[in-house]
């Protein structure tokens, strides 16, 4: 009983340590020249082991992309993966890179949550404006 006690209380301690998702863009402030727009979506997303949390959207002055975003734990990472590769294996996107690694969009894991980019994403190999905001979302990222 007093093991059964223990884990209830870690699992609710846990569950305090997780943020929102409008509050993760709040507390690690976005890179100049970079906005956000949130919305809240519990539908549930083909083989992905959680259901989506949200969808948000990255916007510059000239090009936006949007992300699924996925309560993500560390035990779901295979689960995750092999979703992810799913998903875009039924794309179709013929997508031609950036020659700059820093210029091109990648799904990430960032406070708890997992983010996966749309279907044919902005184009950042044809397109500047589309390299810049992949530019601007990754530097977003390695700040915190």
Known sequence: MKVFKTI???LFAMQGFSQSIDSLFSKHKLVAGLTVQIKNDSSTFGGFPSNLVAI???KSDSASVYYFAFAYQQSDSINF???ELDYWMVSGC???PHKSFDKNFYSFIYGGYFFLLQHCACRTGENEYCAELASRINQWRKKY
Request: a positive charge.
């Open 94 to 96: 013929n997508i031609v």
């Open 8 to 10: 209830i209380i870690c």
């Open 56 to 58: 948000i959207t990255f």
């Open 81 to 83: 993966s092999k979703a």
